[in-house]
Structure formats: C-alpha cells, structure tokens
C-alpha cells in the first residue's frame, strides 16, 4: 500500500511568516511522530501522537511550534513566527502499535524541506 | 535520556570490501537499537533493528550488526559491498518497552561511499 506521504515538499516562506506542513500517515497506523533534520544532522525528535492526542511532545523547541491531529490519521505541524533557524528538513513517521503493546517500526515520509529567508 | 555518537562522519570504502560503520549509546535505561538507510533523493529506510534475544541481527541485503551491552556498541558491519550500498546511515536508539517512551534519538550519521 502507500507509504507516507507529506505535502508540500518543499516550502519557502519569509522570517515571520506562518507556516503549515502536512503528513498523512500509513492506513491504519495509530502512532504518528514528526521529526526535524538540520543539515548535517540526524533527525531530532519533537512530538508523537497516539490516536488524536499528542502522548509526547517534549521535543518542540519552543511555544511557536504546535501540531495537531484532529481525527487520529493526518496530522498538521505549525510553526508561528518563523525564524531562519527553524530551516530544515521535517519528517514524519508513522507505526502501527498500540501504547500498550510491544515496540513497532517506524515508517518514515519523504520529509518536507523548509527554508525560512 | 538517551544519546548516540556515530564517530565516521565519511566512510569511504572499495567495491567488495569490508565495512563497519561505528555507534555507541548511551542510556541509563534499557533500550532497542535501530539502523536506518537513506539513499540519495529517497525516505530513511529501517535496514535493521535489535530489540531483545540475540545480540546479532542480520537484515535481507547482507548487513548484520551486534549489540554489545558492554561496549554500549552496536555497530553495522557487511563482509562485501556494492556500488548500490552508497548511501547514508543513521544509527538509532528508543528507550526500553517499560519507560513509555517512543521517541527514537539519532546518531548524525555516517556517509558510506562505495568506490568501483
């Protein structure tokens, strides 16, 4: 079936300006996560989902940062008031686990790369 | 918390040769191990993961590594490469199934680049 999908693949946007980038995860997949590849780096975590809430968002660098997933499949990350640093690919993957069941793999998209001028 | 170091930024290796890509972790908690294969221009891809049980795990296209508790090491390892194998690897860590915890932490990667 189709992997994960996230749209646009690349975004330019102005320091200041609001963005939204988008993941649609795997059919079925309860477990959602995004994550953030600076160049150079490897991907850093900044928030899972489970269903529709956000079990772990210890990872967003700041309050300018939110995401949401309002009917537990897509799933939007936000960013206020960009900054040049937030400059990176953004990743999102997708599992198929239940919380309370044993660990799963992680299905990656092809990312969304953001340049902040 | 967890933290990975993958100590090769570049590997550079000859077609047929043997190669081992290096991870270390660390973690005051158990933890499940993971190595990750982007190619250029594609998605990362999981090559192979080590949860519990055997300490090596091999994946379908040669590449095996070994947990080793001791060392804190999992290191990537292929008796021959191909042309094909070029491409970046990312080693991986989640804490252990008890903490809760779902997030996997990266290593910065390790370039391999296959020579003819």
């Known amino acids: 079936g189709a992997g994960v999908s996230q749209t646009p693949s690349n975004k330019v946007t102005e320091k200041g300006k609001y963005v939204e980038l988008r993941c649609d995860p795997i059919?079925?997949?309860?477990?959602l996560y995004w994550y953030r590849q600076s160049l150079g780096q490897g991907p850093e975590f900044l928030i899972y989902f489970q269903g529709t809430g956000a079990a772990d968002d210890s990872g967003l660098p700041n309050d300018r940062f939110f995401a949401v997933r309002p009917e537990g499949s897509v799933s939007t990350l936000k960013i206020q008031r960009t900054e040049r640093g937030d400059s990176a690919v953004y990743l999102c993957?997708?599992?198929?686990?239940?919380?309370?069941?044993?660990?799963?793999?992680?299905?990656f998209g092809p990312g969304t790369r953001l340049t902040v001028l | 918390a967890q933290s990975v170091t993958q100590l090769d930024s570049q590997v550079p290796v000859f077609e047929e040769a043997p190669v081992e890509l290096r991870c270390n972790y660390s973690s005051s908690v158990s933890v499940y191990l993971f190595w990750y294969v982007q190619y250029p221009n594609q998605g990362l891809q999981l090559l192979l993961k080590?949860?519990?049980?055997?300490?090596l795990v091999e994946s379908i296209n040669g590449f095996e590594a070994e947990f080793n508790k001791s060392q804190t090491s999992f290191h990537l390892r292929k008796p021959s490469v191909h042309i094909s194998d070029t491409a970046e690897y990312f080693c991986a860590v989640r804490a252990g199934r008890d903490t809760g915890r779902r997030a996997l932490t990266f290593g910065s990667g390790t370039r391999l680049q296959v020579q003819p």
């Open positions: 993957a997708s599992s198929s686990q239940p919380a309370s069941g044993p660990t799963d793999t992680q299905y």
């Open positions: 080590y949860l519990s049980g055997s300490t």
């Open positions: 059919s079925g997949h309860t477990a």
